[in-house]
């Protein structure tokens, strides 16, 4: 897998060694028209809930609810290992493996980047052949790569896909961080994205400098996030995404809960994350209530409805690709970010102008679109 000009890993085959078997177009979840195939053991219906971790400092560590830690901690308890996504360094995330909760720290928080896969699926086979329990955690079509790539279901093994928005090219990250490191004249150790200092709803993304000194951003004024939900950069994959559906392709599914808290359950612990949870199978419902029965984490059985609310991606999502995604690409390269930023997602088109997005101007236009909308379906409603 190689990194395109646009900033996505791409197979790259190797004409002299390959022997044309097909394997990897059979195993690849990005193949065009390719459709996720039911787990054997599939529910009809998930079920679905919102939850958290029951010990304080797990859940703020982790982006959402903090129940991907809880999963680990019961794998790790029957001697098994867990496979997740880590730091290699401040702009490159890769699966790795853990064998205890010191090394399942790293794999807490989403990375929003895509993440280098390497030998992973070929390593969770051989801890399988082992006998091991093994806990994969990734994206739906990591997920449905893995399944693709070892032909058959493993009783040890728990697959665990979270809700994704897509992934935003590589060359958004790089540029980021080339900006801040300008602006700061110093060189950026890590990026936290899923920031919960101040609140989870209003998570920032924090730059952690060499020199220990950190910058926040709300993630409504953060330019990386802005960029990124606004679609302007996704794996062109991502856009048509097959794996966004029911049924999903792991046990258990993990997303944030971003519907409306505040009216549904005031009662819950809204300002330190709360996880949208599907169960998938039996074999995952089974293991999240057993957690719940432990202690472990706090369960609450939720509508699908609700926990569809508020998700820009929804867990069945198919985006269109905007009209910019091309140029946004290819500035990426050349352009710095915050010019971008200004103006892909601080200005609006308004007729031959290019003005301030929900600025004066704007707001009086939209006003006035809307008084003429009014007017215009009262003059063409039919005279009864
Ligand atoms: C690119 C991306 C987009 C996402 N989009 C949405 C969304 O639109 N809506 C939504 O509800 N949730 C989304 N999530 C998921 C959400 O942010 C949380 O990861 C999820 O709720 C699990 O949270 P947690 O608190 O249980 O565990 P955490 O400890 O925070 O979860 C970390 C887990 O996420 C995995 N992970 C982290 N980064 C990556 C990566 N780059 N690729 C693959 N796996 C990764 C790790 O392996 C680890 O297992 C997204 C995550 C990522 C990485």
Redesign the pocket.
Known sequence: MVWSKEGFLTPEVDVNACINCGACVKACPAQPGHQQKQQSTALETPSAYGGWHAEEDTHLA????????ALADEVFAAGGCVF??VWANKDT?RFSKAENKEELAA?????????IPGMVYREVRAELKKGRRVLF???AC?VYALRQYLRKDYENLLLVD????G?PSRNLLLGYIREWERQEGKAIERIRF?DKATDWQNYQVTKIFTDGSTISHCNKEDMFIRLFIGDLALNQACYACPHARFPRAGDIT???F?GNLQHLHPDWPIRK?I??LLTNTDKGKRILKSLEESGQIHLHPEPVENLLQG???TYLRQAPVPAKRESTLKRLNTEPIPRLYRELCQRVQCGPFLIRKNGLIHRAYNRLRRMKNQLMSKVSRPVS
């Open positions: 982790s982006s959402s609810g903090g129940i991907f830690t997740g996504v995330a794999m807490r928080g989403s990375k929003y980047t895509q993440a955690c990734g994206t990591q979270i809700l994704c928005h992934v899923r993990l997303g944030d971003w994350g996880g949208s998700q820009r991606t």
